[in-house]
C-alpha cells in the first residue's frame, strides 16, 4: 500500500527558513513533487525532480527554494529560504509511480508572518 507522509510545516517570519521532508513508501516513484494551496487560489506546482534528479520550479520560487531526493529513501525534501508572506499555503507532497499513477499527502501548513 502506497503511504506519501510530509512533515517540517510551521510558522516562520519573513526572511526565515523553512524545511519539507515527504516519505513515500509502498512503491517505485518516478517524479516527486510539492504543490501548494493558498486560501482562495487554486493547487499550484511549486517544485518537481525526476528520478535522475532533474528539478523545475515555479517562477516565484526560483532561487529560494530547493528540491531534492533520496532515492534510498524515498524521500523528497523542499528547501524553502527567504520565506514571503505569499507564501503562507498547505504543501502537498505528490509521487508518481512508473505506471503513471499519483499518490498524494495529507499536507503540511506553512504560514509566514511578521
Known amino acids: 500500500q502506497v503511504q506519501v507522509v510530509e512533515s517540517g510545516g510551521g510558522s516562520v517570519q519573513p526572511g526565515g527558513s523553512l524545511r519539507l521532508s515527504c516519505a513515500a513508501s509502498?512503491?517505485?516513484?518516478?517524479?516527486l513533487a510539492w504543490y501548494r494551496q493558498a486560501p482562495g487560489k487554486q493547487l499550484e506546482l511549486v517544485a518537481v525532480?525526476?528520478?535522475?534528479?532533474?528539478?523545475n520550479y515555479e517562477d516565484s520560487v526560483k532561487g529560494r527554494f530547493t528540491i531534492s531526493r533520496d532515492n534510498a529513501k524515498n524521500t523528497v525534501y523542499l528547501q524553502m529560504n527567504d520565506l514571503k508572506p505569499e507564501d503562507t499555503a498547505v504543501y502537498y507532497c505528490?509521487?508518481?509511480?512508473?505506471?503513471?499513477?499519483?499518490?498524494w499527502g495529507q499536507g503540511t501548513q506553512v504560514t509566514v508572518s511578521s
Open positions: 509502498g512503491s517505485t516513484f518516478n517524479n
Open positions: 525532480i525526476s528520478r535522475g534528479g532533474v528539478a
Open positions: 505528490n509521487a508518481r509511480r512508473f505506471d503513471g499513477a499519483l499518490h
